[in-house]
């Protein structure tokens, strides 16, 4: 059983900073890639971040480029997302997922190419 565990959200006003981290449990398993999406209430789930393990190389969506880095540990299975200069429409529930399959295409921006997932933790930014 593989578990996936979100930490680090909270309330802030904005402007203001937070840092989630991701940590994986359970059976063990070798990631290719992980990444950070985001869903508000009443819109769909959209991608935040991931970073590929073969080289470390993040990547983000054009809404937190700039404000949001993200950084882990492959060998520790472990992912962090800080955020910084954040702005209302950064409210959403923060979800972590990891990639244990090669693509093609090599690119993890869909949902859909992840099969672990965290619970979720919520993030609201006050303006």
């Known amino acids: 059983q593989v578990q996936l565990v979100e930490s680090g959200g909270g309330l802030v006003q904005a402007g203001g900073s937070l840092k989630l981290s991701c940590a994986a449990s359970g059976r063990t398993f070798n990631s290719v890639a992980m990444g950070w999406f985001r869903q508000a209430p009443g819109k769909e789930r959209e991608f935040v971040a991931y970073?590929?393990?073969?080289?470390?190389?993040?990547y983000y969506a054009d809404s937190v480029k700039g404000r949001f880095t993200i950084s882990g540990d492959n060998a520790k299975n472990t992912m962090f997302l800080q955020m910084n200069s954040l702005k209302p429409e950064d409210t959403a529930v923060y979800y972590c997922?990891?990639?244990?399959?090669?693509?093609?295409?090599?690119?993890?921006?869909?949902?859909?190419?992840?099969?672990?997932w965290g619970q979720g933790t919520q993030v609201t930014v006050s303006s």
């Open positions: 970073i590929k393990w073969s080289d470390y190389t993040p």
């Open positions: 997922a990891a990639s244990i399959r090669e693509y093609f295409s090599r690119n993890y921006y869909s949902a859909s190419r992840y099969q672990y």
